[in-house]
């Protein structure tokens, strides 16, 4: 954009100088080029001057560079665990005070910090995270549940939040797929129990003490456990009135056998049929 | 004989006067008779025992007490739920809601889906205010991709949530009222949403499910079109202050969360700030984040308002 004095205003200040200081200004500056990186002058590539590396940086403004993911997500998508207490946030460095058996499984990214620790010591964990003085984890805002694959575990994710530093904590415990007990915390929160009949119903995953597991979403008589790794829909069409009106309800549609190498060759590979 | 059933008034002051005497003279509550426990059978579901405490202490009648189905075909319950009301004459005693309804297996869906596409699946997860859904994956996605959106699109999404919130929340007051009988301000709502949605479909194309954001950013750039009706919107917008908000059948105004709800007690209950407000809570005792949370473009966003408006924010801060 062009106003009125005749001068770039779209631009930033760096881009802005850097274009109006005009081309072939010697070795000090980029000479009237964008990117002072250039250490080709004009009029002669034979005659390299470069510039001198403390000259170069005083002198020109650097663009910035687009490219590379800059602050918060500079780092993130790995997860680090927690070796340089130095570069630890105060959060961390106040959970390690004060639980200092958590050392080994508290996990940070530059954002976000979370806890792993086994089913059975979550409530205990919850409840002093919610009434510490100095941690004040007063909100439950969510409860869930995850599965990690057929033939591994639950976790059960807690995020807590508190506004006095402020801060949000991830809490995972871990479930065993072969016997998926955890103790409920709807003694902490009241709001927790559609949170863990949700996980019940979904998951199958049973919250000991908790006054009211029962299905939330299914009727009562449903047999399955919806959202698992392993859920098949086949399995409940023969209990549904409906009894597999869907083609996706019924088992025909899953059974892989029937596209032989007669009618698709290559495509499948090794194929049993479930006998 | 019909005149030897004794049915309890639901409005005996002289037991609740009775219960209030024994429980000041530190006697115990005088002993109910025993309830029965009514299964399922009234409101639609096959006779069975009860399964939890819970369960059974909401399916026991006792006497003058009755299970009343307030079905999902029902304007308040909003086609999402079922809500079975125990009542002792009009006064309602317990609830148990029965979800699921509007349930379409996102979560499992997504599974078997690509990122792009989840984009979409988490649309009509809140369709009044769809943008929200949609931003959360998007960071979500950036996060794990390690990518940053460019500032122009991280204002743009501000600006865009911000009006979804306007939109969603005026239409709230308007069903808010609704569903307790009030007809009109609903038309109301529905016209401030209606100037919104003409913005956002010049943004993003779309008039309601509106698939406008994506992982490093938003499928279109604001529009000449989007700023003029912008500009338009927000000129009017203080005029509407003036308008009457809900009121009851006796002419007070209603306040969300006022005098008809139920009330929380002081045992945490995994509710936010704005729900604690509504009930009364005062702003001073109440945790509070800034103005806008804590992502990065809120806090810029925050920076760029000009002093008047941060001193206004200051003397009534939204919640």
């Known amino acids: 954009m062009v106003r009125g004095d005749g001068h770039l205003h779209h631009l930033g200040w760096a881009l802005q100088a850097q274009l109006q200081r005009g081309a072939g200004g010697g070795s000090g500056h980029a000479g009237g080029r964008l990117c002072a990186r250039l250490s080709a002058a004009p009029g002669g590539t034979h005659l390299r001057h470069d510039p001198p590396p403390g000259a170069r940086q005083a002198a020109s403004r650097r663009v910035v560079d ?47 910090v979370e806890v792993q620790i086994d089913g059975a010591a979550a409530p205990d964990l919850l409840q002093r995270l919610r009434d510490d003085p100095e941690l004040t984890f007063w909100y439950l805002a969510d409860a869930a549940a995850v599965d990690y694959g057929v033939d591994q575990h639950f976790e059960v994710v807690y995020h807590l939040y508190s506004d006095k530093h402020p801060a ?34 979904m998951m199958g995953i049973i919250f000991d003490g908790n006054r009211d597991l029962r299905r939330i979403y299914m009727s009562p008589d449903y047999r399955s456990f919806p959202q698992r790794k392993d859920f098949l829909l086949p399995d409940d069409a023969a209990d549904s009135p409906a009894a597999g009106v869907n083609p996706l309800e019924r088992p025909e549609t899953w059974d892989l056998t029937r596209l032989t190498d007669e009618l698709a060759p290559g495509v499948i590979g090794h194929v049993k049929s479930e006998t | 004989m019909t005149s030897d059933v004794q049915i309890p008034d639901p409005l005996d002051l002289e037991r609740d006067e009775e219960a209030r005497l024994r429980a000041a003279a530190g006697l115990a509550p005088a002993p109910r008779p025993a309830g029965e426990y009514a299964g399922f059978e009234s409101v639609g579901l096959p006779d069975r025992p009860p399964e939890t405490e819970r369960e059974e202490e909401l399916y026991t009648l006792a006497e003058g007490e009755m299970l009343v189905n307030m079905g999902p075909q029902h304007p308040s319950t909003h086609g999402v739920m079922r809500l079975v009301v125990k009542v002792r004459g009009e006064v309602v005693i317990d609830i148990d809601p029965v979800l699921g309804y509007l349930h379409r297996g ?30 959360a994956p998007a960071i979500a996605f950036e996060k794990l991709f390690g990518v940053r959106a460019p500032r ?55 008039r309601m499910l509106f698939n406008f954001f994506r992982v490093g950013g938003v499928n279109f750039d604001a529009n000449d079109e989007f700023f003029s009706r912008l500009g338009k919107w927000r000129a009017g917008v203080h005029r509407q202050r003036g308008l009457p908000g809900p009121h009851d059948r006796d002419g007070r105004p209603l306040r969300p969360g006022g005098d008809l709800a139920g009330r929380l007690g002081a045992e945490p209950a995994g509710v936010g700030r704005a729900v604690r407000r509504a009930q009364g809570a005062s702003l001073l005792d109440l945790p509070r984040a800034g103005i806008r949370g804590h992502h990065p473009a809120g806090r810029r966003l925050e920076r760029a308002l000009p002093a008047a408006h941060r001193r206004d924010q200051a003397e009534h801060p939204p919640h």
Request: hydrophobic residues 40%; negative net charge.
């Open chain 2, 106 to 135: 996102i979560e499992k869906l997504c599974e078997e889906a690509t990122y792009t596409t989840v984009l979409t699946y988490v649309d009509p997860m809140d369709y009044l205010a769809s943008m929200h859904n949609e931003h």
């Open chain 1, 66 to 112: 687009l490219r590379r993911p800059r602050g918060p997500a500079s780092g993130l998508g790995r997860r680090r665990q927690l070796t340089a207490p130095a570069r630890a946030g105060a959060l961390v460095r106040l959970l390690l005070d004060r639980f200092p058996d958590l050392a080994r499984s508290l996990w940070t990214d530059e954002d976000s």
């Open chain 2, 152 to 206: 122009r699109a991280e204002y743009i999404r501000a600006l865009v949530v911000e009006l979804n919130r306007v939109f969603s929340h005026g239409l709230m007051m308007g069903f808010l009222a609704l569903d307790m009988g009030g007809l009109t301000p609903i038309l109301y709502s529905f016209i401030n949403r209606d100037e919104i949605v003409d913005m956002l479909s010049a943004i993003s194309g779309q």
């Open chain 1, 168 to 201: 949000w904590l991830r809490i995972r415990a871990r479930v065993d797929r072969g016997d998926p007990h955890i103790p409920t915390i709807t003694h902490l929160w009241e709001g927790a129990m559609f949170h863990e009949r949700e996980m019940y119903d």
